[in-house]
């Protein structure tokens, strides 16, 4: 990717909920934003969001370098779709980790691209979340690092203007079987 591609990068936003990883392999490539949505808050929450305590914070200690060029808002998951609608409209992609049935659809009404955990996006106007037999895998650390990385590089396809994995097409990384492109069957 060249140097002035690698600084658009800035310009975009990404709601992710439920992968810390995720979020820190973006953040440290630069993209401009990032709303994190997670099931508790943590130190590192608060160390990168001013509007959070520290006393919020659960026993997980990380400590990693601050960047000026990235903005990272935490928020903890909502209760409500509509409070859901509220944290990720606006951002170009939303990725989830958790919670994907109710993301998938925030996403898909908001007229946003949805990448869930497996490496593959679903767009607005094209297969819907909801509409797909989703694959069932075993994961570990390693193929979650994985999954990571490889989500991480099609996000950084995607805001230089090349083309991603569009479902039905996928790429999963299974325990047993390794990293394997999959074509997702459709339910209709």
């Known amino acids: 990717m060249s140097e002035d591609k690698i600084e658009y990068l800035k310009k975009f936003s990404v709601g992710i909920v439920g992968s810390r990883l995720l ?6 490539c630069g993209v401009g934003c990032i ?11 608060v160390a990168y969001d001013c509007s959070l305590s520290p006393l919020e914070a659960n026993c997980y200690d990380i400590v990693h370098p601050r960047s000026d060029e990235s903005c990272i808002i935490s928020y903890l998951f909502p209760e409500s779709k509509s ?24 996403a898909e009404e908001l007229g946003t691209p949805f ?13 819907r979340f909801k509409e797909v037999d989703y694959p069932k895998f075993e ?3 390693v ?22 994995l569009i ?13 394997k492109k999959v ?5 209709v």
């Open 35 to 45: 709303r994190y949505i997670s099931d508790f808050v943590t130190t590192f929450d």
């Open 183 to 187: 074509c997702l069957r459709t339910l």
């Open 83 to 106: 409070e859901l609608r509220k944290l990720l409209k606006g951002v170009d992609l939303v990725i989830a980790h958790k919670h994907m049935a109710s993301v998938a659809e925030v």
């Open 143 to 164: 193929s979650y690092t994985l999954i990571c990385g490889l989500q991480a590089m099609e996000v950084m396809r995607i805001f230089a203007g090349l083309k991603p």
């Open 115 to 127: 990448m869930p955990d497996i490496v593959t996006v679903f767009l607005p106007d094209g297969v």
């Open 23 to 28: 979020l820190e392999i973006l953040w440290r």
């Open 139 to 141: 994961r570990d650390p």
């Open 167 to 179: 479902a039905p097409e996928a790429v999963v990384v299974d325990l047993k079987e390794g990293v």
